[in-house]
Structure formats: structure tokens, C-alpha cells
């Protein structure tokens, strides 16, 4: 699995989303690595780790990435904050803090989960990865950005990173929408024992920032923040505010 490491100070480890990889978070490196060293991990099947026969789930994927990265807090975007929620529930020793951006313990609509997305999108976009499928990241990506403020800068970044490091394949992407489909990791919530944050995007039409907030009230001494005119990638459009919001969590004493 490739990890990158950048910067200087107390680790950090970064989770890319779904379909992308750790590049796409360079604007937000480029303001924290002068106080953290950033481990930026590649999910199995995604960019430089499009070879790792590690499967993208979560108890594997979370063992690999412990086994690679320094005891350090880890922040997860979308899919990957998943990985970086099960990590900090199984393996709080290693993970000593948490971080979520835009991220959800369910990203499905349900009778108990009013603010997730409709199974029906899920299944659209598993049928357009087999019928066309560069149109469907190129509408995933649109997604992404859509509604945020300078969404149109937002898109063209996202355009740009989605194949820099090569495609990643067609089973991989849809064993990532089917963990984002099944995945339900509320039980965690109550009994989590390390400090977390939870970042979101008010235009996110996603991860609806109303199911963060649900998240957060369900974890113990959780902190909330909504960026009001951010979507689906603050990293992109609001760097500097999230990087203080960040910077300002990690700081304080545990």
C-alpha cells in the first residue's frame, strides 16, 4: 500500500474518498505539513496502490494502514472516513484521535437514517460503471463539487486529479460503492473513546451536513463544524478554514 509522507511535526494520516487518491488533497497539505508529517495512504485499487491485493474493506484495509502508518490521528473524507471511524473504534491505541470530513457511519437513507442517500443512486452509479465507465466518475466528480462555493474550480481540480496516478478499476470502484452501501457503523459511535470532529459542508449533496451532526450527537464529547458554503470537498474550496479547524483539534490536549 503506498503511503506518502510530507511535512514536519506530529504524524497525521489522510484517507482519500471514493474513485480518488491521496493527491487530491494537495491544497490542504500544502497548510498543514509545516506543523504535521502527513502520511497521505492510498486506498488498495486507488492511485500508486492500484496493485495492492489488500481488499477495500474495512477490518483489512484498516489492519494494512496501522501496520504502515506511526500512532497518529487519522482523518477520513467520505469513503475513507470509514476506514478512519472502524480504525478509531478497533484500534484506539493507534489511533489517538479522529477526524471526519464529510463524511457518515451510513451513507444510506434508512427508516432510523433520514439524511443518507437513496439506495437508488448507489445502484445508478454501480450500473453506469459497467455501462460507460469514465461518464459516470465524470458525473460523480460533477456531484462532488456541485452547489459548493466556486464549484466550477472545485470540478476542474477533481477533473484533474480523478485519473493523474491511472484509473483505478472497475472492481475495485464497485466494491467501494458497495461498502459505502452497506456500511452502518452508528454502534461504534456511542462507545468511541478517542476525541473526534466532525467536518462538514452545508452544500454537500453527498453527505448531508444534518447526518453529521446526527453522528456527532451520538458520540461522546464529539465537535461539530459546518462549513456554510462548502460541498463535498472543503479541502478544495475552503483550505485555510479547514486547516485551522484541524490544526485547532489537534492541538488541544486529549
Excluded at 472516513?81 to 451513507?107: D, I
Amino acid at each position: 500500500m503506498y503511503v506518502e509522507v510530507v511535512g514536519r511535526g506530529p504524524p497525521l494520516v489522510l484517507l482519500h474518498g471514493w474513485a480518488m487518491h491521496g493527491g487530491v488533497f494537495a491544497p490542504l497539505l500544502a497548510r498543514l505539513r509545516a506543523r504535521h508529517t502527513v502520511h497521505v495512504v492510498d486506498l488498495p485499487g486507488h492511485g500508486r496502490s492500484r496493485d495492492c491485493a489488500v481488499p477495500l474493506q474495512l477490518q483489512p484495509c484498516v489492519a494494512a494502514i496501522a501496520a504502515t502508518v506511526p500512532v497518529a490521528p487519522w482523518c477520513g473524507w467520505s469513503l475513507g472516513g470509514l476506514f478512519a471511524l472502524h480504525a478509531a473504534s478497533t484500534l484506539p491505541q493507534r489511533v489517538p484521535a479522529l477526524a471526519l470530513l464529510c463524511a457518515s457511519p451510513r451513507f444510506v437513507r434508512g427508516a432510523d437514517w433520514r439524511y443518507g442517500v437513496s439506495a437508488e443512486i448507489f445502484g445508478d452509479f454501480a450500473a453506469g460503471l459497467r455501462a460507460d465507465y469514465r461518464a459516470t466518475l465524470e458525473r460523480f466528480v460533477a456531484l462532488e463539487a456541485f452547489g459548493a462555493e466556486h464549484a466550477r474550480e472545485a470540478i476542474r481540480a477533481l477533473r484533474e486529479e480523478l485519473f493523474a496516478q491511472g484509473a483505478p478499476s472497475a472492481a475495485v470502484l464497485a466494491d467501494g460503492l458497495a461498502l459505502l452501501q452497506t456500511a452502518d457503523l452508528r454502534p461504534a459511535l456511542p462507545q468511541l473513546r478517542v476525541p473526534s470532529l466532525w467536518l462538514a459542508g452545508r452544500r454537500d449533496r453527498l453527505v448531508d451536513a444534518r447526518a453529521m451532526a446526527a453522528a456527532a450527537a451520538l458520540t461522546p464529547g464529539a465537535a461539530w463544524h459546518v462549513f456554510e458554503h462548502a460541498g463535498h470537498a472543503p479541502f478544495l474550496t475552503h483550505a485555510d478554514a479547514l486547516a485551522a479547524r484541524l490544526a485547532a483539534f489537534l492541538d488541544t490536549p486529549a
